[in-house]
């Protein structure tokens, strides 16, 4: 036993969410969503091409730390967040990326696998309007080699969602 352990026993890492669990969450929520084994999906752009998609098809989910908390945001795969103008609209004095270990901890799936529904709990969920005008999307399936298959408003039906136009770095919003 070390001095950390006398000095932090209440630390514990929690085991990652995966695959399974995400199923289970759809399955218990009775939502229609499929997840597929996509090889490297990763990025969204590998995630476009391993299902021969568009990146507006796929929706990645982006993690945020703001000084109002965790917040994910979800946006079509070819956006890129303004962050600045983005905590404005949350009314957040700062918006930052989420750390690895911040990500894992705040919704339980390791980065590059973070679906946009079924976290560990306790964060918001921002989606982008632009999404919304798509049937399903591509997105996070709990792991770097899977996607989820889903419906943009089921996204928004089981996370509780605020749907805003997400303000974009060199576009529009």
Request: hydrophobic share 45%; charged share 25%.
């Amino acid at each position: 036993m070390g001095l950390g352990d006398i000095l932090y026993p209440a630390i514990i890492t929690p085991v990652a969410l995966g695959v399974d669990d995400l199923r289970r969450f759809l399955e218990e929520k009775g939502v229609e969503a499929e997840i597929v084994e996509a090889g490297e999906a990763w990025s969204s752009a590998e995630a476009a091409r391993s299902m021969g998609v568009s990146l507006g098809e796929v929706a990645k989910t982006v993690v945020f730390v703001g000084d109002g908390g965790v917040v994910l945001v979800v946006l079509p795969g070819d956006a890129r967040v303004d962050q600045k103008r983005l905590a404005r609209l949350l009314g957040y004095r700062r918006l930052r990326l989420a750390r690895p270990e911040e990500v894992e901890a705040a919704t339980g799936y390791r980065p590059g696998a973070v679906p946009p529904v079924g976290h560990r709990g306790g964060v918001s969920v921002v989606v982008d309007r632009a999404l919304l005008g798509r049937r399903w999307v591509y997105a996070g399936g709990g792991s770097e080699r899977h996607l989820l298959r889903i419906r943009p408003s089921d996204i928004v039906a089981l996370t509780g969602a605020r749907v805003v136009d997400v303000p974009r770095r060199g576009g529009r919003g």
